[in-house]
Structure formats: C-alpha cells, structure tokens
C-alpha cells in the first residue's frame, strides 16, 4: 500500500467515525456532485456546450424578461442533459446515509434533481430546480414536465395555460435572490448541526459558500471532499481531496460497517 492510499484510508475512517457520531448530520453540495452525471459546471468557463453564450448575461433576469427565448435557447443543451441525467454513485451513497439516519438534511446548490432522483429525501434546493416552473404574469407554478419535452422536441416556447406569459423554470438566476424560506432553512441547519459534509462543491458561489463558515463559528465537526481546494480546507477536521463518485461510496461502507 502506497502512503497516500494509507492516507486515504486513515482520512476515511477518522471521517467515518465523526459521521457515526453526528446526531444533525447536514451535507452541502455543488457541481462537482453532478459531473459524473454528465452534467458541466454552467458557471465555468469553456465548459464546451456553453461557450457560445456567456452564462452571466443570459442566464440573468434582465435577458429573461428582455428575450426569454434567447434564454430559453441557451437552457436547451443544460435542461436536456439534466432530464436524461441518472444520479451516480455519490449521490446513491449519500441516499444511503440519509436512509440509516446518519444525515438529516442535504443543502444543494444543484439545479438538476438528481439527490431527489437517488432517493434522498429532505433536500434544500438553495438554487432552485428545473423541476417546477412559475407564470412571470400570474405566478401560477406548473410541473415542468408538460412544458420542458414540448419546448426540446419541438420548440415551442413554454407559456402558461391560464394567461398566456411565458413560464420562468423555477431555478435561480443571475440578479436574482434566492428561494428565501428555503434558504433560512439552509441556514438553521448550517448553524444547528453538528457535522457538515461538505462535498463536490468549490465554495465559491455565494452565499453558499459561507454556510460551512457557520459550522466553524459553533466547532462542529466539518469534512470536506472535494477535487479542487476551498477556502474553508484548513478549517476541516477531515480533507479528502479527490473524487465524490469514488470517496462518497467508500465513505459511506465505511459508516455503515462500523
Ligand atoms: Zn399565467
């Protein structure tokens, strides 16, 4: 065994016992969670499918309102990735820790439903989801399903039944605030648990990213997998640097054997 497989080992296991000893478990993800879904990073740059557009001007309220079809076009390649996506296995492992009772609450910052579709359970969407989508004119929320395949297959614009304006999806854009009952919610479990799992996101959205600094503020106990280095690293009582799909899977036998 090489040293930094021991490493990994040992991260693993002293990760493992802070989970088993949390009674408010919260897990916070981001993009990184996603990718092995086939899903890019529509923030960053030069991620191919969206180089034609520059995601901070269309993806805004200004373009929505302005040109909502121009938003729409840019959506297009993003929202048929995301209804064909299947949940992998970091986000299958972290179900898993939801159904033993290990973690209470999973704040995402992802758009595309996959924890819902790997069966987790209480799930803060703090940046919406393409799931549901709201009448700019009448406010009225409607399912996506009926609206989004139509718009793909045969690209017809979505607009509401009762009023005819046009239908925003239910994800949040740039300039715009955030689902506010929900992001207090994300914020009580920020400061009330007593471990975070922080987990395929970079940390630099905000206000996101500063949840786990809440964590730190009350000593909890904080761990942190991620590909790239965070902000919040020095901080953790537990690094994995590396994976989601490969670490979160390991992690979880690893809790559940104990
Ligand atoms: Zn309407």
């Not at 996101?208 to 690293?233: C, F, G, W």
Request: charged fraction near 20%.
């Amino acid at each position: 065994m090489t040293l930094s497989a021991s490493n990994i080992q040992e991260s693993t296991q002293k990760a493992a016992s802070l989970i088993r000893a949390a009674q408010r478990g919260v897990v916070l993800t981001g993009a990184g969670l996603s990718t092995h879904s086939g899903i890019p990073d529509f923030r960053s740059q030069g991620s191919g499918l969206w180089t034609k557009f520059l995601p901070m001007e269309v993806a805004s309220l200004t373009t929505f309102r302005r040109q909502p079809e121009l938003f729409y076009d840019w959506l297009r390649p993003l929202a048929s990735h995301m209804l064909s996506a299947q949940p992998n296995p970091a986000h299958l492992a972290l179900a898993e820790l939801e159904r033993a009772g290990f973690i209470k609450t999973i704040i995402t910052q992802n758009i595309d439903g996959l924890h819902h579709r790997a069966g987790s359970q209480n799930i803060l969407e703090v940046h919406g989801s393409l799931n549901s989508m709201t009448c700019i004119g009448c406010y009225r929320q409607v399912s996506s399903e009926d609206y989004i395949q139509p718009y793909l297959e045969l690209g017809r614009y979505p607009h509401c039944q009762a009023c005819g304006k046009i239908l925003k999806p239910d994800i949040i854009l740039f300039e715009e605030q955030l689902p506010i009952k929900t992001w207090l919610k994300a914020e009580q479990a920020s400061k009330s648990c007593d471990l975070m799992l922080v987990a395929g996101t970079s940390l630099e959205v905000m206000p996101s990213a500063r949840l786990p600094m809440h964590v730190v503020e009350n000593q909890a106990s904080l761990i942190v997998v991620n590909k790239t280095l965070t902000y919040i690293d020095e901080r953790a009582h537990v690094l994995l640097y590396g994976d989601v799909a490969e670490i979160l899977p390991l992690l979880t036998s690893e809790v559940l054997r104990g």
